[in-house]
């Protein structure tokens, strides 16, 4: 697994990012690629629809439209992932998908910020609470899209909220950035195990720049995953997950002037009504996503 993650973030740093704002109501492209690779003690073997112990790996193209702040409010994606495990490849999961997202289309700060220079920060409204909701059809697969596990649908509906006018403001890009989130999404799947509810919340707080632009941030989330036909081995009922990550790091993107990189810690703690599924795990988890609009 090692070689599979050095060589595409070595070309991930090596790669320019180019910033495209366009006017309210233009399309643009967008192709990305996110490496999150998990760096830690292996957990059990898991088929999870959202693999909290497994590194991360996908490729994008997005067609999206941009409203009156700059910010997307739609937004048509395609892709591939794919999760190896932490230390070996064993159980090695990947998809296809393609997503259609209406209101706003998460981007990280740095990317944020490249897309609200040059626009009239002063006479819009990027602090408002924004909503968005989503469709998102995905072919699961064993391996590197070896043998095919399931067909999954997953809508999502959820606000955002993002401090925008404090870190864009007459004086630079000083302010202390928060973003706060919640949303529920639904999954139904051709694997009736893999079908649940799972309400989610998220806040992060990100620092003002501090030595050649760099940020420190922290940020807390928590879902309740509520499967609809996974039944217990012992007891009544279906299975119910309650998880907790707490991440802390720093965004490194302005030392290479290019890629959006951060490097950090993550804890993770898991509650469960099935014994087997409760555990708690440290890692080292960096982000490298390179992006090129058109």
Do not use: C
């Not at 495209?20 to 760096?39: C, F, H, M, R, Y």
């Not at 391996?143 to 403001?169: E, K, P, Q």
């Not at 992060?204 to 807390?220: D, I, T, W, Y």
């Amino acid at each position: 697994m090692h070689r599979h993650v050095i060589l595409p973030i070595v070309a991930a740093f090596a790669a320019p990012v180019h910033a495209q704002n366009g006017d309210a109501g233009s399309w643009n492209g967008e192709i990305s690629v996110t490496l999150a690779p998990k760096v830690g003690a292996s957990l059990p073997l898991s088929t999870e629809l959202d693999p909290v112990d497994n590194s991360e790996f996908s490729g994008a193209f997005a067609i999206e439209r941009k409203g009156r702040t700059g910010l997307t409010d739609f937004a048509i994606e395609t892709g591939i992932t794919a999760a190896p495990q932490l230390l070996d490849d064993n159980d090695e999961s990947s998809s296809l998908y393609a997503k259609a997202t209406l209101g706003d289309r998460y981007v990280p700060l740095p990317l944020l910020l490249d897309r609200l220079r040059g626009n009239a920060v002063a006479q819009a409204r990027p602090d408002e609470v924004r909503p968005y909701a989503s469709y998102q059809f995905t072919k699961v697969y064993s391996g590197f899209l070896d043998a095919r596990t399931s067909d999954d649908h997953t809508v999502t509906a959820g606000i955002r909220y993002r401090d925008i006018r404090s870190v864009m403001s007459a004086t630079g890009e000083m302010g202390v950035y928060t973003e706060l989130r919640g949303e529920v999404a639904r999954v139904w799947s051709t694997d009736a195990s893999r079908e649940q509810i799972i309400p989610s919340v998220r806040a992060r707080v990100v620092s003002r720049p501090l030595a050649r632009g760099v940020r420190v941030f922290g940020e807390a989330r928590g879902d309740f995953k509520f499967y609809t036909d996974r039944p217990l081995a012992v007891g009544d009922g279906n299975r119910e997950d309650q998880r907790l990550r707490l991440t802390a790091g720093a965004d490194i993107t302005p030392l290479l002037g290019g890629p959006f990189i951060e490097i950090a810690v993550q804890y993770q703690k898991v509650w469960s009504n099935d014994p087997g599924a409760e555990h708690d795990r440290l890692f080292f988890a960096p982000v490298v996503q390179i992006s090129q609009a058109f």
